[in-house]
């Protein structure tokens, strides 16, 4: 009887810890789902095409813009990308 209950307790805060930490990862992982989301809208408004090819019909009647002050934004937009993805996700959670 006494293992009996010692079996439960043990299963029941094994099963809890593994409950919470997937709880955390998918938090996590949602996080990540958005940024990627942000990434590639932003990704295919500069390269339209590339959306286009991707299946993306809302890029259909959009072209390149290549011009130094786009080009200059894109890389700003990168390096905002860049800083959320190192500064908001923990990557050891994901």
């Known amino acids: 009887m006494k293992k009996a209950v010692i079996a439960a307790v043990v299963l029941a805060v094994v099963s809890f810890g593994w409950t919470a930490a997937a709880a955390q990862q998918s938090a996590e992982d949602a996080k990540f789902q958005k940024f990627l989301?942000?990434?590639w809208d932003g990704y295919f408004k500069f390269f339209p095409t590339a959306g286009t090819v991707a299946g993306?019909?809302?890029y259909n009647d959009k072209l390149?813009?290549?011009?130094s002050g786009s080009v200059d934004k894109f890389h700003d937009q990168l390096d905002a990308f860049n800083t959320e993805l190192v500064s908001k996700i923990d990557r050891m959670k994901l």
């Open 64 to 67: 390149e813009d290549l011009s």
């Open 37 to 39: 989301d942000g990434f």
């Open 56 to 58: 993306f019909a809302k």
